[in-house]
């Protein structure tokens, strides 16, 4: 602390920090006429704060009860559940996709340059002497899709001689464009696991029971813009969010009912969820 700071304002904690980041396109290990692109983030922290009293004591220096303390076993155990440890890991692969390495004249409703893919997992983890553990996965995955494009309209009778003049005149200029001017389409999912285990520290033989929270939605989204004549435009948006229901409890891949669990989420993801907004 600083030299205005009086003693019970200044940190009494020793901090420890780790920290490492990287970006990375992973579509340079590729070849360059392919246009991949794999933007891919990794991150990982870990921070660790150790007490200078010890917080099942706090008017005893945290180093003298690991003096105190009668084996090995029990000094480790203290040293353990005093501490107040963050983890955190993060990986992402945003925007994927094919980027097309000449300019095309003409845009195909085909072309891999339309799609897109993103994928992300954020993993945060905690413990002190309140918790044992604290645990928050996120999970998102996203496809995208999207279209535009200026399409010449056509014009099938404005060449006959006769329909260009008088009351036929109308019919010479009936006009319709072939495809849309853009088409959007994104779907993604979003699901996050989240597990608290308390820690009893005024009656270690009570295991409080463990807290779960859980959210797993599926959102998508369509947009179509299409411009049927000159003059007769149409647009249609729609936003469509379904709710993959899970079942109560831990989701462990140790537990003996973890396969029953997870073929539940994947039979409400083939059904496609439980529609809870449109």
Do not use: C
Request: no cysteine; hydrophobic share 30%.
């Amino acid at each position: 602390g600083s030299i205005s700071q009086n003693i019970n304002s200044r940190q009494l904690e020793d901090l420890k920090e780790f920290d490492i980041a990287s970006s990375v396109d992973l579509g340079r290990f590729l070849p360059e006429k392919a246009g991949v692109r794999v933007p891919m983030y990794y991150g990982y922290s870990k921070s660790i704060r150790e007490p200078e009293y010890n917080p099942l004591e706090p008017d005893i220096k945290l180093e003298r009860s690991l003096d105190r303390a009668e084996n090995d076993n029990i000094r480790d155990s203290i040293k353990f559940i005093t501490q107040d440890l963050v983890t955190r890991k993060s990986l992402n692969f945003t925007n994927v996709k094919v980027e097309p390495q000449t300019q095309k004249e003409k845009v195909h409703l085909w072309d891999p340059a339309n799609f897109a893919v993103t994928y992300s997992y954020n993993e945060t983890f905690r413990r002190n002497i309140n918790t044992e553990y604290n645990l928050d996965k996120r999970y998102r995955g996203m496809f995208s899709y999207n279209y535009s494009s200026r399409p010449k309209i056509i014009q099938p009778l404005n060449k006959i001689n006769l329909l260009r003049k008088g009351p036929l005149k109308l019919l010479g200029d009936f006009n319709f464009y072939p495809l849309p001017t853009q088409i959007s389409f994104r779907t993604d999912l979003y699901r996050r696991y989240h597990e608290i285990q308390s820690r009893n520290v005024t009656n270690p033989d009570f295991v409080l029971p463990a807290t779960y929270e859980k959210d797993f939605l599926w959102n998508r989204f369509f947009d179509l813009r299409y411009d049927l004549t000159r003059s007769i435009k149409f647009d249609f948006s729609s936003r469509g969010t379904s709710r993959i229901d899970e079942p109560e409890g831990r989701m462990n891949k140790q537990d003996d009912d973890y396969q029953i669990k997870k073929d539940s989420i994947l039979n409400n993801l083939y059904e496609l969820g439980r529609p809870i907004l449109y």
